[in-house]
């Protein structure tokens, strides 16, 4: 079924077309003063420039034509050619009865589907995962849910960071530390042992030593990048020590995602792209796209119309490793030959943007893309008080795991604070502060637009009050509750009424869902969810506030409500869902 608004909008072209305009100047949108109509059309504006008549003229004539369509209770004009809009109740109350049943909420599913593949997260091997790698991870997840409730086929890939330079660091770091070890032992004819001798703790200890003395002294530098070139080429001692190390690592991250909740379809590395790298790196000289320069095998991807100089893309160093440019590129070949996306969304540091652009200028002018739109979805940084990219207050980084048991315990205090769950068992108060805390990370963190830095503020993202997760959380219980007592009462729902203006403001929200959902994902952008699900809790402590509920002695206005109030937490919870949240059952 169309959308409430996809349907006006249809009407409002008809009666263009019926005045000889062009139908889509019919666009109508919700009302951005809510005091004065419900929704609009602006497109009379533009229909009389482009005839060069007078705009009241031209919406009077629209307005009369829009008369024959039986839905307005008010068309008016505004300004100098506004229509202003108000619906009558009867076709709210059909279509919220239609979406009682319907499992979909009114969103039809894309047609056609697009497969959609969702790169993020890309935490890297020998590190813990830190506050940096928290965006990725809500964001990417928040889009994968949103687009696959959308009804698009999605693929999530991790994309982990397994084989640029830093490798070799750490193999020439292993190396000096245990030099006795097989692995470095060119004679050794394997096997090699089962068990890493190395653990995280001692790999994050040692990597970062080991990037500094590489900084430090140009033999060691020497050290790590033949190790790094040997590894990509094979060398079978370095690539089952670096085995080990993605294994260690991974058992560390699997640990960080489940407890941020967030899965991926596929747990893919930048190494994975290697065995495309060959061929593609004959078949781009072939084209005569990659060139030598200095030793190095580059793709130049300036363009004409550059307001800042764009470097070529280095594919191969002189001493043949690959660099991150490389992987990422041979990972589109790999995603096409695999998957052959319609569309490829990079959920990454918007610092990574002019990565992006040079793989993604290679990729077109090679063609390796196939039909694949390339695209860069960057976000901002999270910072501490003084405004500088979040440190802890030792001034290192904090990690993921680390941040997450704050956010729970902060929930905690929080919850005491309020007396919420002051009765119930020790372990169901734990679990609710989990699901605050991650409420409260995960909110604040969305409800941003991407591209905007923040302060991270735990006091403040687990207030029960505001624009916060927990008070989404919060709001959602509280319905919840409502239509366990009714349902405990026997009171049943039943077709829905709109006449009181809460409950008009309810309906309105509750209808406009189709719409929040697809233009959050065409500007790949929760915060879009984040605003209306805030609107949609606040519609409804309006309307609870000014009706009764269960105490309504009016049986068929009862159920109306509560079928109102039923609409509104499946609304609730569909997009608290899309946004990883989940919702107590009772707090
Ligand atoms: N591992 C990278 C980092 O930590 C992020 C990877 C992003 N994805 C990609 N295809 N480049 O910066």
């Known amino acids: 079924m169309p959308s409430l608004l996809e349907e006006l909008s249809r009407l409002s072209g008809d009666a263009f077309a019926a005045c000889g305009l062009d139908r889509a100047l019919g666009e109508v949108r ?7 109509c419900e929704y609009q059309i602006n497109g009379a504006l533009a229909a009389a420039k482009a005839e060069k008549k007078n705009p009241h003229d031209v919406a009077a004539r629209v307005a009369e034509a829009l008369k024959a369509a039986p839905v307005f209770d008010k068309i008016e004009i505004a300004g100098p050619g506004f229509i202003n809009l108000t619906l009558k109740a009867e076709p709210l109350e059909v279509r919220l009865d239609a979406l009682r049943g319907d499992a979909r909420l009114g969103v039809d599913p894309a047609r056609p589907p697009l497969s959609v593949m969702v790169d993020f997260g890309g935490p890297n091997v020998a590190k813990t995962m830190h506050v940096g790698h928290l965006r990725s991870s809500i964001l990417g997840d928040a889009l994968q849910k949103l687009f696959r409730f959308l009804g698009h086929r999605v693929v999530s890939d991790i994309h982990m960071g397994v084989w640029g330079p830093q ?14 070890l097989p692995y470095f032992d060119p004679a050794f004819k394997g096997p090699y042992p089962d068990t890493s001798p190395v653990t995280m703790d001692d790999l994050e200890v040692l990597y970062p030593r080991a990037s500094a003395a590489c900084k430090a002294d140009p033999a060691r530098m020497e050290e790590a990048r033949q190790a790094t070139a040997e590894l990509q080429d094979g060398r079978p001692g370095y690539v089952a020590l670096w085995k080990h190390f993605i294994k260690v690592t991974e058992v560390g991250l699997k640990r960080e995602f489940g407890a941020l909740g967030v899965a991926f379809d596929e747990w893919k590395g930048e190494s994975d792209a290697h065995p495309f790298i060959a061929s593609m790196v004959a078949n781009l000289k072939k084209a005569g796209l990659a060139v030598e320069s200095e030793g190095a095998l580059v793709v130049p991807v300036a363009e004409e119309t550059d307001k800042k100089e764009i470097p070529p893309l280095i594919l191969i160093k002189s001493d043949g490793a690959v660099l991150y440019g490389t992987t990422d590129l041979a990972t ?10 319609d569309l490829v969304l990079y959920v990454v540091d918007q610092r990574q943007n002019g990565h992006f652009e040079q793989v993604f200028r290679a990729a077109r002018k090679s063609g390796i893309a196939g039909k694949a739109a390339l695209e860069h979805v960057g976000f901002g940084t999270i910072n501490g008080p003084d405004g500088k990219p979040f440190k802890t207050r030792e001034g290192g980084v904090m990690k993921l795991h680390e941040l997450i048991a704050m956010a729970e315990s902060e929930a905690a205090a929080r919850l005491d604070e309020h007396e919420i769950g002051k009765d119930y068992p020790p372990e169901e108060r734990r679990e609710i502060a989990r699901k605050v805390g991650l409420a409260a990370l995960k909110y604040a963190d969305l409800s941003n637009f991407r591209l905007t830095n923040y302060v991270l503020d735990l006091a403040r993202f687990t207030r029960f009050e505001g624009k916060t997760g927990p008070y989404l959380q919060y709001a959602a219980v509280r319905v919840k509750s409502l239509l366990r007592r009714a349902e405990g009462e026997g009171a049943a729902l039943g077709p829905v009424q709109v006449t009181a203006p809460a409950e008009r403001a309810l309906a309105l929200e509750n ?12 500007k790949r952008a929760p915060n879009v969810i984040c605003d209306h699900v805030f609107a949609l809790a606040q519609a409804f402590s309006r309307f609870y506030t000014e009706h009764h509920i269960l105490s309504e002695a009016d049986a068929a206005l009862r159920g109306s409500r509560l079928s109102l109030a039923a609409l509104t937490l499946k609304a609730i919870e569909c997009e608290l869902g899309l946004l990883g949240i989940e919702i107590p059952d009772r707090m």
């Open 332 to 341: 589109i070949v790999g995603r096409v030959k695999t998957h052959d996306p």
């Open 167 to 180: 490798m070799g660091h750490l193999i020439a770091v292993v190396n000096r530390v245990y030099p006795d």
């Open 30 to 36: 919700r009302s951005d003063r809510p005091d004065l």
């Open 511 to 522: 209808l406009s869902l189709p719409e929040v959902l697809a233009t959050a994902a065409e």
